[in-house]
């Protein structure tokens, strides 16, 4: 069900038969509502409350998220296995796949193929490796 708020903004609520797992939307509910309500007592419109108060403490939520879709994008297997025909047009996972054939197994071009196909999913972890390590603290943000 959709709600639109006074100020704009729509919400949904979530029924009684829906559980969502850790994650997602979760992550921006769990920024503390006092810091909200501190920028809207400092005269801040809702789009700056999202851009300087609850985006940045959302950050590291959204960066896992990227590297969870991007991972899971990135190892397609079947759907593309399936679809693309040309061998020049698909993905590594299928190419790697081709090197196992039906007499022989060519384990030293899987293993450099692999290790060649892991190098964009490790440099994605360490560009964001310093959101997680700073942002799922509030810092001392709210007392309690």
């Known amino acids: ?3 639109l708020l006074d100020d704009g903004l729509a919400y949904v609520k979530e029924s009684d038969q829906v559980r969502d797992e850790p994650g997602g939307a979760e992550g921006m509910a769990l920024v503390p509502e006092d810091l909200e309500e501190a920028a809207r007592m ?3 419109n809702t789009f700056q409350i999202l851009t300087r108060v609850v985006g940045p403490l959302a950050l590291p939520g959204i960066a896992a998220a990227a590297i969870f879709g991007f991972v899971n994008a990135w190892g397609s297997f ?3 296995l399936v679809l693309i025909s040309p061998a020049s047009q698909q993905p590594a996972p299928v190419a790697i796949y081709g090197f196992i054939g039906a007499a022989n197994v060519r384990y030293g071009d899987i293993a450099a193929y692999s ?3 892991c ?3 490790f440099l994605l972890y360490a ?3 310093r959101l997680f390590r700073e942002g799922f603290v509030l ?3 709210v007392k309690g």
Do not use: D, N, Q, Y
């Open 1 to 3: 069900v959709f709600t």
């Open 42 to 44: 400092e005269k801040a």
């Open 78 to 80: 079947i759907v593309p």
């Open 115 to 117: 290790l060649i196909f």
């Open 119 to 121: 190098v964009p999913v």
């Open 127 to 129: 560009m964001s490796a």
């Open 139 to 141: 810092g001392g943000a």
